[in-house]
């Protein structure tokens, strides 16, 4: 996330701790939704249940707006409360063996922002890597997703996930090496060579 976008957090942040900005819970509401709802739906894989997640930690953010402020990383804590709120979730199902017709529902979705290389890649190399990385350990997967899709720094993925920065670290490099030994990337086969370049 860019400075001015933390800013821009932080000053929603003061408006609803001070104010009860109504209009600045929403517009906090919106900015989080997409990235905590892939991140909720990734570990309890009901799009129903992810949406009420969000909806009773939304719901203590207000209930408890006038702490909002004493906040260092409202984004971290979104994250860190959408974690433990969604394995309650888990627990619960556990005990209560219910099944959810979403849990069945397959669908590939990237909060990914191409740059430049990333556009090189056809579409069949994004599909082999969005089906690599669903087959990744849970924990691995996560990691995965908090940094490269939703751009959590490390050091803050590690506190979502309550491990350390090395075991974050650990868990990218075994992803990217099964993303690697997956697709088989061969770079002379994807960027042709000029005609005076010979190797």
Not at 30 to 58: G, N, T, V
Not at 102 to 128: C, G, H, W, Y
Request: aromatic share 10%; proline share 3%.
């Amino acid at each position: 996330m860019d400075s001015v976008a933390e800013l821009r957090i932080q000053e929603l942040q003061t408006r609803i701790s001070r104010f009860d900005d109504q209009q600045a819970y929403k517009e906090l509401y919106i900015s989080f939704y997409p990235s905590l709802f892939h991140f909720i739906r990734d570990m309890i894989k009901s799009r129903q249940i992810a949406e009420e997640i969000i909806s009773d930690l939304f719901m203590k953010i207000w209930e408890n707006r006038k702490t909002l402020e004493k906040i260092l990383n409202v984004r971290v804590y979104c994250f860190v409360a959408a974690k433990n709120l969604s394995l309650n979730q888990l627990e619960k199902q556990k005990r209560e063996i219910t099944y959810d017709i979403d849990e069945f529902a397959f669908r590939i979705t990237s909060v990914m922002n191409p740059d430049p290389e990333q556009l090189m890649i056809s579409e069949e190399m994004l599909k082999r890597i969005h089906q690599v990385v669903e087959t990744l350990p849970s924990r691995c997967r996560m990691a995965f997703k908090l940094v490269k899709e939703n751009g959590f720094r490390y050091k803050e993925a590690a506190e979502i996930l309550n491990v350390s920065v090395k075991t974050i670290e650990n868990q990218l490099a075994i992803a990217l090496k099964k993303i690697n030994n997956s697709i088989h990337f061969d770079i002379h086969r994807s960027v042709p060579l000029g005609v005076g370049n010979q190797c």
